[in-house]
């Protein structure tokens, strides 16, 4: 979780959240301790984090509020697929099976919504068939994080919404 790549994965979205035009409503689907969560929040985003494992959630909270982040973020302890509300500007999917929910966030987005999407390997198409079955198109930008294992890396495919 601390690598090189990561860190500068965070500091990226961090950077999207702080140059957006607009106060954005973001969801951190998979939010384990705040990795994401809290350079978003401390950016400026407000922060919608969803945690299923109890023990992370715990330290989610702490992170949250040792960050004196509490305005910008509300934590919700459960799967995200029932947690989602209303709509996203930004959907953050920070674990390499999040392909498996994209249909599930895609019903929590709107034209311009930005969604950050976790994979081992580029998997523009899968995602590609995702969003046009949901009514939609989108444009990809596939980043390359850090290497995951020989021959495999870890990406993120930025999926905007139109």
Known sequence: MFAQGNRIEKMRVAQLVRNSS??????????????FTIPMAGSGGCVHSMEINPVAFEYLNRNVVENDLEENVETSLGDCRDLLTGTYDRIMMGHFDAISMLPSALEHAHEGTVIHLHSIGAIEEAIREMVESAGFSATIHVHKVKKYRPHAWHMVQDVTIS
């Open 22 to 35: 607009k106060n954005e409503r973001i969801a951190d689907m998979y939010a384990g301790i705040g990795y």
